[in-house]
């Protein structure tokens, strides 16, 4: 009973530091499975599983591994042996009932039954095994995979933040269906208005009626209209009307200003309206679960003690610090954290700790880490301490960055004076030496600060690791390049020698070099500003990631079953376009034969040009749905995170210089969850009995 | 003395309810000059000549009075005479003159040297009448006209609202500049890219050379990555080099998340968080110009007062009920307004009125007046009884909703059924039949409701009327057609008899069907919602539209300086495009010769293609302000409206159904200016002594 509590008091310390629920079984044999199941290499290979059979369309019939998309250049498709995937698909849904086995296990018969998403596990799983087995039976040959479509379920199901989000757009949609249907009032208006005012009279000729092309029926001039509101067509739509007489431009100007301007920013005030607080709310259900998860350990950990200690007539109660310490000693926690904990508590000397206490331990670990860079090395000589000072000064960081800006000047003037020469009559030996010469410096560099600051004080600035990184592949690249090509001379053409040319050689270090240039980026104050702000939302970009990946994921493979094989390489007769033959603004014209939707890895940017009558549909659809909502919950994001930093309250903190994820920004407005609550939920809990 | 206590009061109350500042000259003369200048009469002279002079451009040469802009059918521009537009311009000038010497004087010396855009003024007066001088001199030869540019100016210095707007993008102008410095960074580090990438290597042929012509040099491949940021050439620029090799996508993915996703959107962030407070603030001023001004009327009436009672022992201080009811008697107010505010003061009895009374009254003016809607006539006859409150009723209202969309659909049938045969061979019996039938029954319809809710019942509310006047102007069109082409027969086909043909007429009463349409806006909750709102938003975006006129001046201007002439018509040898042999994507082959600056009615949408080679300069710069710079600030506008309007503590007045200001929105939330406050500006007021 003893280790059970001990046990079980790790577990529910786990689950608070991971902002996980402590809803589960609670009996030794499955906090066994618990652990495992969330151990890190569990988690691992379920990721990997998900990633393996999303990865999977790239490979599948269609398969899209060939260099170009393009229909007139592409080498025949590679065609996988029935089986290869599927034998691999099946591994992975295998790893799926395991997992969602386990899941449902450990939560129980009744929180099973009320969980939709793990309902819906079950369903999509039921659904693709059939949708496989039918595959195998058919050898590879049946047309259409609802398994495919199903696949980014898989995705969405294991993070908790892309559910949320995924609610909060579902909150939004009664009202984003209704700016939806003032949208289509809107256009079916100005539909019929246009062709109404755009029809030819009786007395116009021949030619007048070619240019009003785009409102020639009620159809026309619906697509015309609904392209326009994506910006798309503007102002091609517009011209011919308009060099009939200059006042239709109204007509125009006032669907763009409805349209564009108001309701499509409507949608945009709707959004963000939804998005603002779920923000905060999903870092106050995060707060809740963490002190939810302490208060359970404390309170498994508080009990057997006031049975052992039955006998002493102790004032204080709570819990003995080494049950807390062993208790960390089995858990798995960071490091860093794990350490800071225990010095704490051992700070305390064997004094009980209360409620409070054990709940105070814990929200030092929230303050965030500050970063303790390595003490400098210390020098006898004189002579290395001025020089260690001299070097690991700032304004040899800044010294730095002006040789890198001079040399990518350098880059710049060598692509301007050679723009006009072909590439194999380019001398490169000035180039090469330059390059030579900054490339010395950058490695004299690295020293000259690995030596001021200590190897591991240098390694310690993620900048410096950047930079390091960066120096060495280029110094590798170089070695090579010398050592194939010899040492720039006068005539140093590009030639080919071993794997890569002179010619890529260099362009390689170029652009390697410019890219080195991004070191500028914490000397830049709104560029610092502006990386740590992505770097503080990268769990939120996480999810809204993967929500355009699953977005992505259906429309691609929605694009191959309409649209597979619909654009067809133009063969000897139809090389029209040579002649000028092909109307302008068509695909042939356009030459968009590399944006066909022959398999996975498609481009839906611009299908309108497409010759299929659905292609419209998918474009507008498309364009919704990745531009539209997207764009507009990153733009809510965006809005939310900034506007909290740029608030005179949090400047404080923001001056700090401290590490600031969107946690801590928010944490001073957060609520503290009242003590009622903790243990009324504790009470609740299905399958442990806490009393007090 | 007494009378001008009484005249100052009734300008500082007509100053409180107008939001004035009362910082003003307040001896006999000045007063009577005050009013003067802010009366109806006076204000609509100033308003028509800021009308006036802007409105010029388009008669000035090159004028704007052509059908069509295009140049291949342009008839030539007529040129006024010399002389005629000075004239105007002079007229409007000498007006200018009169206002700021009236508003300097009444200001006084000391607020003048202080207030830059009154010095402002002056100098663009001055230099505006030394231009026209010089043009009167040279007799209408000048090259350049400064003045044209200057223009704007008078518009923007006679609106508070669009000085304020200015203010808040002046204090957003630094962040603004950061952000922009970010996407030139942004922009020069993918150019470099982009030509270290995509350079045509030494193996490769003539064609792909072709192929990557955006990526030629580190112009070509700064430009095309500039336009790739406004969107205006995706996917254009990427499919060549996609085309080349899938992986190249990743580039411009890379560049559009950071460019247009992350870097625009943040300056959507922070303009919004600069105008996050401004609304606010500026309601704020205006509550504190309002208490300012009837706390000063107050003052001023209560010290006569106390020198007239002296001799009695008033337990009392505080202005006298009449002397109060002769001051609002002499007040310029709406007689809504005044009749309440009478009202109140006449329920007092004399008694002796104290400051916080006295504000009080002024309160009640603020809340908003519920407009009532004049009594049902009553009549005798029980039949007369039931058909009022039948054709009374709203289900009345749906039936006429809905007998307009079967109209609309009947239109919209015919117009499908029709598309292919040509105007003049299309037989209008069915259609003429059945609009002459539905204008018939709108005419009952309008009768009919004017009988059960009397004519002014009717016409109180504002959709009746705008249903009236459609439908009267649709009868007086249906009557003019029979009265010219005769009723409707077989074979009633298109012909053209006196001003307008039938096929013009038949279109006009289709236009104004779909128009009257728009009636169903109050029967749909959203759409009433938006509607309400943007009626709500008026003052502001009148504001707003000023300030996009402003800008569109300018850069109308600039354009016709910079391009004037620089699209010459095609000539006889340059019928190129019929042959097809103008390069897809040029000017020639996408028709724009309509869009030219050869006069003021321009249209800047999309001079990209224009030959010349600082038009790309041109147009990105008009991008950036009236895309990027102004839609942001009117995204900001809804936002902050929306989302009061959405938050849950304003929903009970929202419900109540009174028509909600801007101002009653947020005045929950204002905060009511001290009294101290109030004495303390008061006491420091320049030109008058109010003491106590």
Same mark, same amino acid.
């Given at each position: 009973?003893?280790?059970?509590?001990?046990?079980?008091?790790?577990?529910?310390?786990?689950?608070?530091?991971?902002?996980?629920?402590?809803?589960?079984?609670?009996?030794?044999?499955?906090?066994?499975?618990?652990?495992?199941?969330?151990?890190?290499?569990?988690?691992?290979?379920?990721?990997?599983?998900?990633?393996?059979?999303?990865?999977?369309?790239?490979?599948?019939?269609?398969?899209?591994?060939?260099?170009?998309?393009?229909?007139?250049?592409?080498?025949?498709?590679?065609?996988?042996?029935?089986?290869?995937?599927?034998?691999?698909?099946?591994?992975?849904?295998?790893?799926?009932?395991?997992?969602?086995?386990?899941?449902?296990?450990?939560?129980?018969?009744?929180?099973?039954?009320?969980?939709?998403?793990?309902?819906?596990?079950?369903?999509?799983?039921?659904?693709?095994?059939?949708?496989?087995?039918?595959?195998?039976?058919?050898?590879?040959?049946?047309?259409?995979?609802?398994?495919?479509?199903?696949?980014?379920?898989?995705?969405?199901?294991?993070?908790?933040?892309?559910?949320? #989000?995924?609610?909060?757009?579902?909150?939004?949609?009664?009202?984003?269906?209704?700016?939806?249907?003032?949208?289509?009032?809107?256009?079916?208006?100005?539909?019929?208005?246009?062709?109404?005012?755009?029809?030819?009279?009786?007395?116009?000729?021949?030619?007048?009626?070619?240019?009003? #092309?785009?409102?020639?029926?009620?159809?026309?001039?619906?697509?015309?209209?609904?392209?326009?509101?994506?910006?798309?067509?503007?102002?091609?739509?517009?011209?011919?009307?308009?060099?009939?007489?200059?006042?239709?431009?109204?007509?125009?100007?006032?669907?763009?200003?409805?349209?564009?301007?108001?309701?499509?920013?409507?949608?945009?005030?709707?959004?963000?309206?939804?998005?603002?607080?779920?923000?905060?709310?999903?870092?106050?259900?995060?707060?809740?679960?963490?002190?939810?998860?302490?208060?359970?350990?404390?309170?498994?950990?508080?009990?057997?003690?006031?049975?052992?200690?039955?006998?002493?007539?102790?004032?204080?109660?709570?819990?003995?610090?080494?049950?807390?310490?062993?208790?960390?000693?089995?858990?798995?926690?960071?490091?860093?954290?794990?350490?800071?904990?225990?010095?704490?508590?051992?700070?305390?000397?064997?004094?009980?700790?209360?409620?409070?206490?054990?709940?105070?331990?814990?929200?030092?670990?929230?303050?965030?880490?500050?970063?303790?860079?390595?003490?400098?090395?210390?020098?006898?000589?004189?002579?290395?301490?001025?020089?260690?000072?001299?070097?690991?000064?700032?304004?040899?960081?800044?010294?730095?960055?002006?040789?890198?800006?001079?040399?990518?000047?350098?880059?710049?003037?060598?692509?301007?004076?050679?723009?006009?020469?072909?590439?194999?009559?380019?001398?490169?030996?000035?180039?090469?030496?330059?390059?030579?010469?900054?490339?010395?410096?950058?490695?004299?560099?690295?020293?000259?600060?690995?030596?001021?600051?200590?190897?591991?004080?240098?390694?310690?600035?993620?900048?410096?690791?950047?930079?390091?990184?960066?120096?060495?592949?280029?110094?590798?690249?170089?070695?090579?390049?010398?050592?194939?090509?010899?040492?720039?001379?006068?005539?140093?053409?590009?030639?080919?020698?071993?794997?890569?040319?002179?010619?890529?050689?260099?362009?390689?270090?170029?652009?390697?070099?410019?890219?080195?240039?991004?070191?500028?980026?914490?000397?830049?104050?709104?560029?610092?500003?502006?990386?740590?702000?992505?770097?503080?939302?990268?769990?939120?970009?996480?999810?809204?990631?993967?929500?355009?990946?699953?977005?992505?994921?259906?429309?691609?493979?929605?694009?191959?079953?309409?649209?597979?094989?619909?654009?067809?390489?133009?063969?000897?007769?139809?090389?029209?376009?040579?002649?000028?033959?092909?109307?302008?603004?068509?695909?042939?014209?356009?030459?968009?034969?590399?944006?066909?939707?022959?398999?996975?890895?498609?481009?839906?940017?611009?299908?309108?040009?497409?010759?299929?009558?659905?292609?419209?549909?998918?474009?507008?659809?498309?364009?919704?749905?990745?531009?539209?909502?997207?764009?507009?919950?990153?733009?809510?994001?965006?809005?939310?995170?900034?506007?909290?930093?740029?608030?005179?309250?949090?400047?404080?903190?923001?001056?700090?210089?401290?590490?600031? #994820?969107?946690?801590?920004?928010?944490?001073?407005?957060?609520?503290?969850?009242?003590?009622?609550?903790?243990?009324?939920?504790?009470?609740?809990?299905?399958?442990?009995?806490?009393?007090?």
């Amino acid at each position: 009973s003893r280790d059970l509590c001990i046990d079980q008091a790790v577990v529910f310390i786990e689950d608070a530091m991971q902002y996980r629920s402590i809803s589960h079984r609670m009996d030794a044999g499955s906090m066994r499975l618990y652990r495992c199941y969330y151990s890190n290499a569990c988690q691992r290979i379920l990721n990997f599983t998900i990633f393996c059979i999303l990865a999977l369309a790239f490979i599948e019939t269609p398969c899209s591994l060939t260099k170009t998309a393009d229909v007139r250049y592409r080498s025949l498709h590679w065609e996988p042996p029935c089986g290869l995937t599927e034998g691999v698909e099946g591994l992975c849904l295998l790893v799926f009932m395991a997992d969602v086995s386990v899941k449902g296990f450990l939560v129980g018969r009744a929180q099973f039954q009320r969980n939709v998403w793990l309902l819906a596990y079950i369903v999509v799983l039921a659904v693709s095994l059939v949708d496989w087995t039918v595959s195998l039976c058919l050898l590879c040959q049946e047309r259409l995979r609802i398994r495919r479509l199903l696949r980014p379920f898989f995705l969405l199901q294991n993070s908790s933040m892309m559910k949320k #989000t995924l609610k909060c757009i579902r909150w939004s949609l009664p009202e984003m269906a209704s700016v939806g249907l003032l949208l289509v009032v809107h256009l079916c208006l100005f539909t019929i208005f246009g062709t109404l005012l755009f029809t030819v009279g009786e007395e116009d000729e021949h030619e007048k009626k070619e240019r009003l #092309t785009y409102f020639q029926n009620l159809l026309d001039a619906f697509t015309s209209l609904l392209v326009l509101l994506t910006t798309a067509n503007n102002p091609d739509v517009m011209i011919p009307v308009y060099s009939e007489n200059r006042a239709y431009a109204i007509f125009f100007i006032v669907f763009t200003l409805i349209g564009s301007l108001f309701l499509m920013n409507l949608l945009t005030a709707i959004i963000y309206n939804q998005f603002r607080g779920y923000l905060m709310k999903s870092l106050q259900t995060s707060l809740f679960r963490r002190r939810l998860g302490t208060r359970a350990a404390y309170e498994v950990l508080w009990l057997p003690r006031a049975v052992l200690t039955g006998g002493f007539p102790s004032h204080r109660v709570g819990v003995m610090p080494q049950d807390f310490l062993q208790v960390l000693e089995k858990a798995q926690l960071s490091s860093s954290q794990k350490q800071a904990i225990m010095e704490k508590v051992r700070s305390l000397d064997g004094v009980l700790l209360s409620a409070d206490e054990f709940q105070k331990i814990f929200s030092e670990v929230d303050r965030g880490v500050v970063r303790e860079h390595p003490p400098r090395p210390c020098y006898q000589s004189p002579l290395l301490q001025s020089a260690q000072f001299l070097f690991g000064h700032h304004y040899f960081d800044y010294l730095g960055n002006c040789i890198t800006l001079a040399n990518l000047v350098s880059i710049c003037v060598f692509l301007v004076l050679d723009e006009d020469v072909a590439p194999s009559d380019r001398d490169n030996f000035v180039l090469g030496v330059l390059n030579c010469v900054f490339i010395m410096y950058y490695l004299l560099e690295l020293l000259l600060k690995a030596f001021a600051l200590g190897p591991w004080g240098y390694l310690s600035y993620p900048e410096n690791l950047f930079d390091g990184l960066v120096t060495l592949a280029l110094l590798v690249l170089e070695i090579l390049t010398l050592a194939v090509y010899g040492f720039p001379y006068r005539g140093w053409y590009p030639e080919m020698r071993g794997l890569l040319s002179l010619w890529d050689m260099m362009r390689l270090v170029n652009i390697l070099i410019v890219f080195r240039f991004l070191r500028i980026i914490p000397n830049m104050k709104l560029m610092a500003v502006v990386a740590r702000t992505i770097l503080g939302l990268v769990q939120n970009l996480r999810a809204f990631g993967g929500i355009l990946v699953v977005v992505y994921y259906v429309f691609a493979i929605l694009g191959i079953n309409l649209f597979q094989g619909v654009i067809v390489a133009p063969g000897n007769d139809s090389l029209a376009h040579d002649n000028g033959s092909a109307p302008c603004g068509s695909f042939e014209q356009l030459e968009y034969w590399a944006n066909n939707f022959d398999d996975f890895a498609v481009s839906p940017v611009d299908v309108a040009p497409v010759p299929h009558r659905w292609s419209l549909v998918y474009f507008v659809l498309w364009w919704l749905v990745s531009s539209v909502i997207w764009v507009n919950l990153f733009l809510a994001l965006l809005l939310e995170n900034f506007l909290y930093r740029w608030d005179p309250r949090s400047h404080e903190r923001h001056l700090s210089g401290m590490q600031l #994820t969107a946690e801590l920004i928010f944490r001073d407005i957060l609520e503290e969850p009242k003590e009622e609550e903790l243990m009324h939920r504790l009470r609740n809990h299905p399958h442990v009995r806490l009393c007090r």
